[in-house]
């Protein structure tokens, strides 16, 4: 992992601003002579920077994004506890971690702090930009910022605005980390129990009734307590909770809310899209009931060079991440009809 600082003063869209800001990223492969190979990947709520991890058959050694052909960048985003600055960061006014005090970001944020380290990094042209759900946001908010720069993207299991269910979900996890008697102590440790909680109510959007009747029934009809289902959702909340943290969850949910293509624009949402000059292919999938299929049709309709595929995947939300398989084929086939790619 590596990181750039700058010492600027970063202006939020909200009005506030940070003293400086520090970016982790990871790179992978080499820049070809030209700078015309660049793949940017933007990740989702509480992955990192290291694409090749998380996103194991799409980005990687022999995979359809390798390092062998292209000089893959993932920087984390901003408010996350990978890296980059967040609440955990050190405020240089008082010399503590900011914790509940870190001000609120937007995507537009987020994006903003990529462009910073573009920039720093010699980069012009990028290639193809690809991210999934809130990585999704931020490609798509990325284009509305940078349309020259962008010439390809890759998008799935995502949408142009945060949806109402969507805000409920997000709403209904940080009242979970608020009932929390921790939240808000000046700890790193603080809402660990009310993240743990908001992390299953998670849970049951990015999977869905069919694949946990599937994978977590119980075959002994006689139990009366203790289910498959219960230690899953509770497995994958300990998970998280020893991995990330509370403030950073709320904050980067609060930014998910904000998510709106047409903010600021002067601009109806479809022709913002419709504005956008890069050729798209968008990937949903027919069991996600977080950003549902009808999020990225309405994406291709109105994205003038798109091309939808539909996925079928018994895994939801998750299966961007699960069925790597079936988006490295589209994503392969879909690169190989550019041949100057």
């Known amino acids: 992992?590596?990181?750039?600082?700058?010492?600027?003063?970063?202006?939020?869209?909200?009005?506030?601003?940070?003293?400086?800001?520090?970016?982790?990223?990871?790179?992978?492969?080499?820049?070809?002579?030209?700078?015309?190979?660049?793949?940017?990947?933007?990740?989702?709520?509480?992955?990192?920077s290291d694409a090749a991890h998380w996103w194991p058959g799409v980005v990687g050694e022999d995979a359809v994004i390798n390092p062998k052909e292209y000089f893959i960048i993932?920087?984390?985003?901003?408010?996350?506890?990978?890296?980059?600055?967040?609440?955990?960061?050190?405020?240089?006014?008082?010399?503590?971690?900011?914790?509940?005090?870190?001000?609120?970001?937007?995507?537009?944020?987020?994006?903003?702090?990529?462009?910073?380290?573009?920039?720093?990094?010699?980069?012009?042209?990028?290639?193809?930009?690809m991210g999934g759900s809130m990585g999704g946001y931020q490609a798509l908010e990325w284009c509305a910022m940078e349309n020259d720069v962008i010439r390809d993207l890759f998008l799935i299991a995502t949408s142009a605005t945060e949806s109402p269910w969507g805000i409920a979900v997000h709403s209904a996890q940080r009242l979970a980390i608020e009932a929390d008697s921790s939240w808000q102590d000046r700890s790193a440790f603080a809402g660990r129990k009310g993240l743990k909680a908001a992390r299953a109510i998670g849970i049951l959007t990015y999977r869905n009734y069919g694949i946990l009747a599937k994978?977590?029934?119980?075959?002994?009809?006689?139990?009366?307590?203790?289910?498959?289902?219960?230690?899953?959702?509770d497995h994958q909340g300990e998970k998280l909770i020893n991995r990330f943290y509370s403030y950073s969850y709320w904050l980067?949910?609060?930014?998910?809310?904000?998510?709106?293509?047409?903010?600021?624009?002067?601009?109806?949402?479809?022709?913002?899209?419709?504005?956008?000059?890069?050729?798209?292919?968008?990937?949903?999938?027919?069991?996600?009931?977080?950003?549902?299929?009808?999020?990225?049709?309405?994406?291709?309709?109105?994205?003038?060079n798109s091309e939808l595929i539909e996925i079928d995947s018994a895994y939801g939300h998750d299966g961007f991440m699960v069925e790597s398989q079936k988006i490295s084929f589209h994503l392969r086939e879909w690169i190989r009809k550019d041949n100057s790619f």
């Open 1 to 48: 992992m590596e990181y750039f600082h700058s010492k600027e003063p970063f202006h939020l869209e909200n009005g506030n601003s940070l003293p400086g800001i520090t970016i982790a990223y990871h790179t992978y492969g080499n820049l070809n002579e030209s700078k015309t190979n660049v793949v940017w990947v933007c990740h989702a709520l509480t992955a990192n």
């Open 74 to 129: 993932c920087a984390n985003m901003m408010g996350s506890c990978y890296g980059s600055t967040g609440p955990l960061s050190i405020d240089v006014e008082t010399r503590q971690p900011y914790y509940n005090s870190f001000p609120a970001i937007t995507i537009r944020d987020m994006v903003k702090a990529h462009i910073l380290l573009r920039k720093e990094l010699g980069i012009n042209n990028i290639r193809l930009l």
């Open 215 to 233: 994978k977590q029934a119980d075959p002994d009809i006689e139990k009366m307590d203790n289910y498959r289902a219960s230690s899953y959702v």
């Open 252 to 304: 980067l949910t609060k930014a998910m809310d904000s998510h709106h293509l047409a903010r600021a624009r002067n601009l109806p949402l479809e022709a913002v899209l419709h504005n956008f000059s890069q050729r798209a292919l968008i990937v949903g999938i027919n069991s996600d009931i977080l950003c549902p299929l009808d999020e990225q049709r309405f994406l291709a309709n109105h994205i003038k």
